[in-house]
């Protein structure tokens, strides 16, 4: 039997804001100096949920927010890919170490339709 994916989905709380589509998930952390595994634990949670393994594209708005290395290592298995969206050229060098965490696609963008674009394009 054919999974079914609801056509999207938004959750907004104080810590983020996260936008699901059968194709990608767009996360926003707004806290982000107030990160901890906590956030990133219930927003996979929230994504186990609604893709219920099917494959997706994590979009990942950022402005000061470094990810632990250790979430990348206990990822999804149905995440394709990492995206980060980001116009600040202090965080792309950052990126670098983030990338050398993950093992599938990941790439860097000034603009969100920009990875939304690649998302789709990862299918």
């Not at 996260?18 to 994504?47: C, F, G, K, W």
């Not at 494959?55 to 394709?80: C, G, H, W």
């Not at 860097?108 to 674009?117: I, Q, Y």
Request: aromatic content about 12%.
């Amino acid at each position: 039997m054919e999974k079914v994916i609801t056509p999207s989905k938004t959750i907004a709380t104080s810590n983020y804001d996260l936008h699901l589509t059968p194709q990608y998930a767009i996360v926003m952390y707004l806290n982000s100096h107030n990160l901890d595994t906590n956030i990133l634990q219930e927003v996979r949670n929230h994504l186990k949920e609604y893709y219920q393994g099917a494959e997706f594209v994590l979009i990942n708005q950022r402005t000061d927010t470094k990810i632990d290395p250790k979430y990348y290592r206990s990822a999804l298995s149905n995440m394709k890919g990492v995206a980060v969206v980001t116009p600040f050229e202090d965080i792309r060098e950052d990126l670098i170490e983030e990338q050398n965490n993950w093992n599938r696609s990941f790439a860097v963008f000034n603009d969100l339709e920009e990875a939304k674009h690649w998302a789709l394009h990862c299918f």
